[in-house]
């Protein structure tokens, strides 16, 4: 293959060759450019105020330039905060309630990626093959194509894909759709989010799949695929395994004092479910009173998105409903549940997710959620924990040997968890072997490779 262009709204970028990246999709990714050569660019995470942002920080890790661009206090609060994280989020989440459109936003939005285009295409070479990520950038193929670029173009949407009826209360889902039929392939995380794309360009009259895969909209004739996003299965598993050993996890263990661990992990977002399963892990507390005093639930919630309201407001109503919960149910020695605010290191988090007996990953809706993934991988094969996962999060169309729960339910959900501790060991080992089976045989680095195969092919 030719170079490899990556375009992503945040780029991983290491400090110097050859440092351990954050995370899955920075292995996969940047093991790839390395192979074939290319670029990364996306956006720096910074703002210039009311200048126009200078030009392009490149900055070279081997085979790999990062290229980075600031954007405009206006780019930031219209594209990313306005757009991206007010419009199209909620809306592929299934929340037309918390979707509130702008003209202002949305013209900020389609401005970002054309200058996004205008800072890229200057470092294309025709036989480049382009990868775009995510729903920041989805008309920046069409943007591209109108300054004339051929290359091959692929994108890969991180998050759900909405049915038709949820996707058509959006003022510009025409423009989304015509953007997206600019790409040589298009790749969702699951089935049915592949199906709702299709469904919604049967559904306006616009495009038909002509045959498997293969669709025509817009007079153009592109793929579309499903590519679950996977995780570095094997070294996950085993800094799990080494993790235990970490200071911050021996104290971790020595503080929960030998209660058993149920723990969640997500971004402070309303996708994912995280006041519902306050209410299950209560209703479980109050359903099952031999249980007080014997389980703590560790909720890691690190601060997102904060200048969108809606994400605002969520730090104040977790927050009071952790502590609601702690004080009805707490005692003098038991605090039940612990919150916390902040970002935990991967490895610490690796090893935490090993002690846990229970994974408790609920969302209302998520593209994939690696933490389901990452929670299986750390565990003890010997011991594994019990996986509680939402039916609405991607990886419940992979990982089916999960307890799967409607987190809508929150009486379910609460049993699941009373079923999760009391699991016996041969069938915790079963169900656990499944799902570590398959997250071995699709690794983040399958997902790369199944993507950019059929793109070039
Ligand atoms: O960049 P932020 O605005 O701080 O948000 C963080 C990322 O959130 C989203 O993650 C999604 O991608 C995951 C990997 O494919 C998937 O497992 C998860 O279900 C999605 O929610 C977003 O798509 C990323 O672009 C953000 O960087
Ligand atoms: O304190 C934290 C919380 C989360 N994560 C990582 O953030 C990612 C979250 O990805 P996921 O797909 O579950 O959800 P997203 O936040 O992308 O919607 C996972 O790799 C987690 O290990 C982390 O490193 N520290």
Redesign the pocket.
Known sequence: MSRLIVVS??VPVPEKSGDAPAGG?AVALQAALEEHGGIWMGWSGKSSGTREPEALDLKDRGKITYALTDLTDKDVEEYYFGFA?RVLWPICHYRLDLAEYGRKEMAGYFRVNRFFAHRLAPMLQPDDVIWIH?YHLIPLAAELRQMGVKNRIGFFL??PWPPADVLFAMPVHEEIMRGLSHYDLIGFQTDHDLENFAGGLRREGIGNEIKPGRYSAHGRIFKGGTYG?GIETAAFANFARKSASHVMVRKAAASIEGRDLIIGVD?LDYSKGITQRIDAFERFIEGNPGQQGKVTYLQVTPK??SEVPEYEAMQRTVAEQAGRVNGALGTVDWVPIRYINRSISRPILAGLYRMAKVGLVTPLR?????VAKEYVAAQDPENPGVLVLSRFA?AARELDSALLVNPYDIEGTANAIARALSMPLPERQERWGKMMDYLNEHDVVRWCDDFLKDLVA
Not at 366 to 370: E, F, S, V
């Open positions: 709204n945040r999709l994280n995510d991180h998050i996003i971004r997102s998105r998520d593209g994939m959620n690696l991607g």
